[in-house]
Nanobody, 123 residues
């Protein structure tokens, strides 16, 4: 039984920081990787960042480049999204998901398993 559990969301002021966590349960990692997606109010779900299962390769959406950092524990027991210099436009529900298409990592329709999300609100 696969489960992804996000935590760490909350209310923060513009310019502030938050770190989101994603704990995977029942996921086997060779051949798949983790993506952080977000869904802003009234918008489509969009890819934010991804990290390979070996932790060496990452990709970021242009709109978070230089502000957000994705990382993981060495044994893939937890994944993180460090978010700095947050803006009101970053207000969204943030989800972690597993994925197998590295070249199309930002496409949510290709993701496998999803967490329930954690709300981030930037005032």
């Amino acid at each position: 039984h696969v489960q992804l559990v996000e935590s760490g969301g909350g209310l923060v002021q513009t310019g502030g920081s938050l770190t989101l966590s994603c704990i995977p349960h029942g996921v086997t990692f060779p051949g798949r990787f983790v993506v952080w997606f977000r869904q802003r109010p009234g918008e489509e779900r969009e890819g934010v960042a991804c990290i390979s299962s070996g932790g060496i390769n990452m990709q970021y959406a242009d709109f978070v480049m230089g502000r957000f950092t994705i990382s993981r524990d060495g044994d893939n027991s937890a994944f993180y999204l460090q978010m700095n210099d947050l803006k009101p436009d970053d207000t969204a529900v943030y989800y972690c998901a597993t994925h197998t298409h590295w070249g199309k990592w930002a496409q949510p329709l290709l993701a496998e398993y999803w967490g329930r999300g954690t709300q981030v609100t930037v005032s």
